[in-house]
């Protein structure tokens, strides 16, 4: 068996070269150590059990290179044991309960649209990955084959990899009742960091030259603020504090707000715009539409928060939308796409070659204020971030040195 699995490492890249003799190495001392055959796959407890009695003998990379080894041979094993697998079948009655369910448990806990709709991404593609239909037979084993897949097959990153974990140990925790996440032993995506790409002043006024309307005015506060886009797009009437020279940012990254600085430069940009958008608001309560979206409960708590003045969006929609909630036909914010496609054709005309996309204004946002001299406290809260560690990726892009350091090249 371990022939197979040496012969299956490398084509499968799940493995360096030069690794893979160690591999089959902790894998064979691993069995011979707990004395069964190599064809069977070890529960957690055996595992544990293998790597704290080497750790005794070993470092602490070669303890983590073996715990690599053990997770990589249980997935291969699990793929020998489904070697000729069958043709997934069609969404039976069981897995459209389950649908439901989780549809009704996610809008129970008030999560993101977006959140919903990439859950059902990975619950759709788990099942396809899946070579049985009933849900209710489904284990911990079952995940931790699909997730050592997404690493080892389709090579995707920690982040992708923890994405479809978070999914799917909501749908075993709150729609099937079962928890599972100390049976789970998979191969783990390698975590590569990625320095953000920042764009420089003079870029940032060549891509703003080349951009007009409200979609420049979106592009400006998200730079001058530090927005995400979606903290953009949702902004309302009475987010916009111009006598105190401050924005709120509402249920931003984990429904948290926030405040952070408003641009002067941008004060009659704005007026001009509420000005606008008045005449909008105005058309909509003469024609009976329903209010705007509103989050959590307040549409229950205040039925007509949603048709007054200070719900409205900041950038409303130019036609109306179904809401996939309640299905009324109702006023939305301006659809992402709209501003992001704006942004790409910018960059192009501007004759930007850097990799850039609306998120890199928040990125250049956090580098200008760091190269400034402000403290990076102040920028974790203006930007929102829970972990300050978060925050630190700036230091590696500012081109102030903020080490103080000089190159030995230059004395």
Known sequence: MLNKFKAYLLPERAAKENSIPYYIKWVGDCYSFLNISGSARLSTDQQKQFLSYIAKSYEDWQVKQADTALRLYDYFLSRQLDASPSEASGPGSDWLTVEEKMRTAL?????????????????????????????????????????????????????????????????????????????????????????????????????????????RLMAMLIYGCGLRLQECLRLRMKDVDLDRNMLIVRSGKGDKDRRTV????????????????????????????????????????????????AWFWLFPSKSLSVDPYTSLVRRHHVHPATLQKTFYDALRKAGIAKQASVHTLRHSFATRLLENGYDIRTIQELLGHANLQTTMIYTHVATKNVLGVKSPLDT
């Not at 479809?164 to 709150?174: E, G, I, K, P, S």
């Not at 003469?286 to 229950?300: F, H, M, Q, T, Y």
């Open 107 to 215: 809008r129970l806990r008030h999560l993101a649209y977006s959140t919903e709709k990439s859950y059902f991404f990975w619950l759709n593609t788990f099942r396809a990955f899946l070579k049985k239909t009933d849900p209710e037979q489904l284990s911990g084993n079952d995940l931790q084959d699909f997730l050592s897949y997404l690493a080892v097959e389709k090579n995707v990153s920690s982040s992708t990899q923890n994405q479809a974990l978070n999914a799917l140990v909501f749908l075993y925790r709150n729609v099937l009742g079962k928890n599972i996440e100390n049976e789970l032993n998979a191969v783990r995506a390698s975590y590569r960091r990625r320095l953000p790409v920042v764009l420089t002043k003079q870029e940032i006024e060549r891509i703003f030259e080349c951009m007009d309307g409200v979609p």
């Open 262 to 309: 408003l641009p002067e430069s941008l004060k009659e940009e704005l007026v001009r715009l509420s000005a606008e958008v008045k005449s909008v608001y105005e058309k909509d309560r003469k024609e009976n539409i329903s209010g705007v979206w509103l989050p959590d409960a307040l549409e229950k708590k205040y039925p007509n928060a949603g048709r007054e003045w």
